[in-house]
């Protein structure tokens, strides 16, 4: 734990001039305040620095727009994307007037879950480990108005550039669609800029694993960090998101998270595995399928139980519904399986040793915001730990390739955004219990969606409707 005089001394011993402090807004996007040095004090990491947040999305009004960034001081590093040595720290939101934590500050909401986790007794520790997929692109262009609508997105590595005339000459080594997992170079392009990315967070504290290609044409790919605490994996989630973005600005490209930017090939998901642990011993390791424990079974129940009104937050877009399709590796079916990457829920296969039992929740995607995400995650699986909710019987077979009849028989996941606000509207409990969300948060949630992204979508012709329709 760093202590908020230590911070201080960093500032004055490395004679830091800026500090710019970065918090999360409603939707799961950064927003940043800099500030000079002489204007931290001791009641920052208290007391908290004043802003407006009038002008946040999805918060507050104009006639109580008063708010506080409470800085965190373990969540300090030196930018490396400033020209000017700049100290960056995350920050919570209080209300200035009360010292509270702000009833939809999203972070703050995490800090509930896991204290909420603790008071109830079932565990001490709450594990995430996020695996966010991106693309890489050349160029991204797109634009909507009352006579057009398109987009356009580029990359030197897409299948469909094999015929292109290219400066210097076409190479030809384009990952073919469905077949850019793990490739070497010359067809993996991205090697070094994934190492610079890796490496960079590493400095600014991310425990690095790995980087590799993914599976889509066009620039899919992946890096990985080691699992941690709720929040803090949140924390690093934000910062893999930062750097990656930043990384490929240099080198003049551009990187998206959106679940499903490219027609035809594999989306990006966000595959979340999660546990729980109490007294330094892990509570999903036991003698029942694929070695879990009660616990975990229940947890489990809970996920699925939920999953429709769970996916309202940890596959916020109407784009994320693009992704959840059968054919691409989308985890559709509502179902857990050991090593099953068809089932939405995954045991992974991680040996002998009882720390590593965890489970995966493979439908999140990267478009959501991982503190609400992971809260609300965690508060399915409480209530199945809670209420002892039976998850049925494993499926460990190809979902894919169930007949019709069997198909049948297994829940999905909803088709489209408004369908899963619509769960989420019937179904929410198990997110208010033990205050964790309000009931304000998640009326203003609904609202927010469908008035701003559902509802615009539905009034906007799709170029595809063209196709389809011009002729009729």
Same mark, same amino acid.
């Given at each position: ?22 918090? #999360?807004?409603?939707?799961? %996007? ?18 908290? /620095?004043? =802003? ?5 999305? @999805?918060?507050? @009004? ?30 919570? #939101? ?15 909401? +995490?800090?509930?879950? /896991?204290?909420? /986790?603790?008071?109830? *007794? ?33 990359? #030197?590595?897409? &299948? ?8 210097? *000459?076409?190479?030809?080594? &384009?990952?073919?669609?469905?077949? @850019? ?8 392009? =991205? ?16 425990? #690095? ?6 599976? +889509? ?8 960090? $080691? ?18 973005? !930043? ?7 551009? /990187? %998206? ?9 594999? *989306?990006s998901g966000m595959h979340c595995h999660q546990s729980i642990w109490k007294d330094g011993q892990p509570l999903f390791a036991g003698n029942k399928y694929a070695g879990l424990s009660d616990m975990a079974l229940h947890y489990i129940g809970g996920i699925l139980k939920h999953a429709p009104a769970l996916l309202a937050i940890? !596959? ?5 519904? $693009? ?15 050991? *090593? ?11 040996? %002998? ?19 609400? +995400? ?13 209420? &002892? ?39 929410? +409990? ?35 409707? =063209? ?6």
């Amino acid at each position: 734990m760093t202590t908020p005089k230590e911070i201080l001394k960093l500032i004055q011993d490395q004679k830091i001039q800026m500090i710019d402090l970065k918090f #999360i807004d409603m939707l799961g %996007t950064w927003q940043h305040l800099t500030m000079f040095q002489n204007q931290i004090d001791e009641s920052s990491f208290t007391e908290g /620095v004043p =802003f407006d947040g009038s002008s946040i999305r @999805g918060w507050k @009004g104009i006639e109580a727009s008063d708010m506080t960034m409470v800085l965190d001081p373990n969540t300090a590093w030196i930018d490396p994307f400033m020209a000017e040595p700049t100290l960056s720290i995350v920050c919570s #939101i209080a209300e200035p007037r009360t010292g509270e934590p702000y009833d939809r500050c999203p972070r703050s909401i +995490a800090q509930r879950a /896991v204290d909420y /986790v603790i008071s109830s *007794g079932v565990g001490d520790t709450v594990f995430f480990g996020p695996e966010a997929e991106f693309f890489i692109f050349d160029d991204v262009r797109f634009d909507q108005n009352a006579s057009s609508g398109y987009y356009y997105v580029d990359s #030197i590595e897409a &299948k469909w550039n094999s015929g292109r005339t290219e400066v210097g *000459g076409n190479l030809g080594y &384009k990952p073919r669609f469905k077949e @850019g997992y793990f490739p070497v170079a010359p067809t993996d392009t =991205f090697q070094d800029m994934r190492t610079e990315m890796l490496l960079t967070m590493a400095k600014l504290g991310v425990p #690095i694993e790995k980087h590799h290609h993914e599976v +889509a044409t066009g620039g899919q790919c992946e890096l990985g960090f $080691k699992f941690g605490k709720l929040i803090e994996a949140a924390d690093w989630l934000m910062i893999y998101k930062y750097v990656i973005k !930043n990384v490929a600005k240099k080198y003049g490209r551009t /990187v %998206t998270f959106m679940p499903k930017p490219v027609f035809g090939d594999n *989306g990006s998901g966000m595959h979340c595995h999660q546990s729980i642990w109490k007294d330094g011993q892990p509570l999903f390791a036991g003698n029942k399928y694929a070695g879990l424990s009660d616990m975990a079974l229940h947890y489990i129940g809970g996920i699925l139980k939920h999953a429709p009104a769970l996916l309202a937050i940890t !596959n916020p877009t109407t784009n994320s519904y $693009k992704r959840l399709v059968p054919g691409y590796e989308a985890p559709v079916n509502l179902a857990y399986s050991q *090593g099953n990457r068809s089932a939405s829920i995954r045991i992974p296969l991680s040996g %002998t040793n009882p720390k590593a039992k965890r489970l995966e929740f493979r439908c999140p995607d990267a478009t959501s915001n991982p503190y609400l +995400a992971f809260a609300a995650m965690l508060c399915a699986g409480l209530d199945g730990i809670k209420n &002892k909710i039976d998850p049925g019987e494993p499926l460990d077979k190809n979902i894919y390739e169930l007949s019709p009849e069997e198909l049948a028989k297994v829940p999905s996941t909803p088709g489209s955004l408004d369908a899963a606000l619509e769960a989420l509207e019937k179904d929410h +409990a198990f997110l208010t219990a033990g205050g964790i969300f309000s009931e304000d948060f998640i009326q203003n949630w609904i609202a927010y969606k469908l008035d701003n992204e559902v509802n615009p979508m539905r009034l906007r012709p799709h170029p595809h409707e =063209f196709a389809l329709y011009y002729d009729c």
